[in-house]
């Protein structure tokens, strides 16, 4: 399996599971966030135990329940195997002695996620050269007047802070504490990275552990757990347009696959 | 007169609220970092490893 498998680039960087399936086919205990935009981010993983996109690419791929490879010098190895990625290490990182290792795997991964940026309507409009629909614009007004705003916010509309899952209202699955087994502190019990909504619409089943199927759900049970608001059906049907105006072009020729060295 | 309505909505609530539209601001071109700079040839081999089964 690849990184493509779980974050599959034409589907806006998400498998559209619940959770993942490792290479067993074991279950994975977190819903694949997307890779698009992440880079961003003040952290990465749902509990933020990566500093940046250089460390999380490390992970996974020694993750007994994704990829499962059984070291780093086992990686190592098998990239030495192809003359084609050694002559690409070399070209990447000039200079270096040994340019194949495990680090450097990560940083090319991560210097790749680093364009993995998506524009969208919303983007236009705040650069002054196109309108929301109004719908689009009335979910924008609510968006901010129900407090979406206070914690998706910034250019990826989110990912650049830690909160409480049920902040006014438990939660009613705390199975996953979340934050709290990076710091194993109690003030991070149930704390999640806040998500991006950029895609949003395309990037479901939501939330940490995927339970949730639809935008429309989400919305409403973020209205209610975090701001203690009950929105009405017209608001979140607002809210959620206004969300899709967030959905953004894949880069196409970036992601494009290439031919692989063998 | 509904359809002109329609058009002048998203103005007048965007016109009113414009110390709200700073707490968002477009996307970057890239997310580029300083330490760990995005080369071509880096990039172009990060590609490959990312689809790399």
């Known amino acids: 399996m690849s990184c493509n498998s779980c974050h599959d680039l034409e589907k806006y960087g998400v ?22 935009n992440a880079a961003g981010h003040l952290a990465q993983f749902w509990d933020g135990r990566a500093d940046d996109v250089e460390a999380q690419a490390k992970g ?7 990829m499962g490879m059984p070291s780093k010098a086992e990686v190592e190895y098998r990239l030495e195997r192809i003359p ?8 990447a990182f000039p200079g270096e002695p040994k340019p194949v290792n495990f680090h450097n795997m990560a940083q090319a991964i991560a210097a790749f ?34 407090g979406c705003a206070s914690c998706h916010n ?49 990037t479901g089943p939501y939330f940490h552990d995927g339970k949730i199927q639809t935008l429309d759900e989400a919305i409403k049970l973020m209205a209610t757990h975090q701001l203690n608001r009950n929105l009405t059906n017209e608001q979140v049907a607002d ?8 959905t953004g072009d894949i880069p196409k020729a970036y992601i494009a696959k290439p031919e692989l060295p063998r | 007169m509904r359809l002109l309505a329609s058009l002048l909505l998203p103005l007048a609530l965007l016109t009113q609220e414009p110390k709200k539209v700073a707490l968002f601001s477009p996307l970057p071109g890239n997310m580029a970092s300083g330490h760990n700079p995005m080369t071509d040839p880096k990039v172009k081999l990060g590609r490959m490893l990312y689809y790399e089964p």
Request: proline share 8%; aromatic share 10%; no cysteine.
């Open chain 1, 154 to 202: 910034g250019p990826y509309m989110g990912g650049n802070s830690y909160k409480k899952l049920g902040q006014m209202k438990p939660w009613s699955n705390e199975s996953d504490p979340g934050r709290i087994a990076v710091t194993h502190l109690d003030k991070d019990k149930m704390v999640f990275k806040v998500p991006s909504l950029r895609n949003i619409e395309k």
């Open chain 1, 239 to 246: 809210i959620g347009a206004f969300m899709k105006s967030l």
């Open chain 1, 60 to 66: 996974p791929v020694l993750n007994p329940g994704e």
């Open chain 1, 84 to 91: 084609g990625y050694v002559e690409l290490f070399k070209q």
């Open chain 1, 113 to 146: 996620e680093r364009g993995l940026v998506t524009p969208s309507r919303f983007d236009r409009f705040l650069k002054g050269g196109g309108g929301l629909s109004p719908q689009e614009a009335k979910g924008y007004q609510e968006f901010q007047a129900a």
């Open chain 1, 15 to 36: 498998d559209s599971m619940p959770t993942s399936r490792g290479f067993k086919g074991q279950i994975g205990g977190r819903n694949a966030p997307t890779v698009y």
